[in-house]
């Protein structure tokens, strides 16, 4: 079609008509050689900004939990899906999302 992908019509093609505003790809992953996608997510920024620290506070707050003494626990697998997040509430990915959609939702 000789459209540019960098172009703003290729762009808008590549994401099937929508723009852009904020992506959650909802994993944000580790594996023997490190992060399986090297760039932070925009949330992993925010819990960064907020203040939880690490290289991946996705999986470190997020997607973990404390166990009976304290202990973090990762959260694959589900096998400790029955105790909360160690992220606060006000600062989980529902919370974000939402905020980010109603961020949007002003824009327009």
Same mark, same amino acid.
């Given at each position: ?12 093609? @590549? ?9 959650? #790809? &909802?994993?944000?992953? !580790?594996?023997?050689? $490190?992060? *399986? ?17 690490? @290289? ?9 939990? #404390? &166990?009976?003494?304290? !202990?973090?626990?990762? $959260?694959? *697998? ?31």
């Amino acid at each position: 079609m000789g459209i540019e992908l960098e172009s703003s019509t290729g762009q808008l093609l @590549q994401q099937c008509g929508f723009q852009i505003f904020d992506r959650m #790809e &909802g994993l944000y992953p !580790e594996g023997p050689k $490190g992060r *399986y996608n090297p760039l932070k997510s925009t949330y992993e920024k925010y819990l960064n900004q907020v203040g939880y620290v690490g @290289q991946n506070p996705w999986n470190d707050w997020e997607n973990s939990v #404390e &166990g009976e003494n304290g !202990e973090v626990l990762e $959260g694959w *697998y589900m096998q400790h899906a029955h105790r909360p997040a160690r992220v606060s509430e006000k600062h989980s990915e529902t919370a974000y999302t939402t905020n980010r959609a109603l961020e949007f939702l002003k824009t327009t």
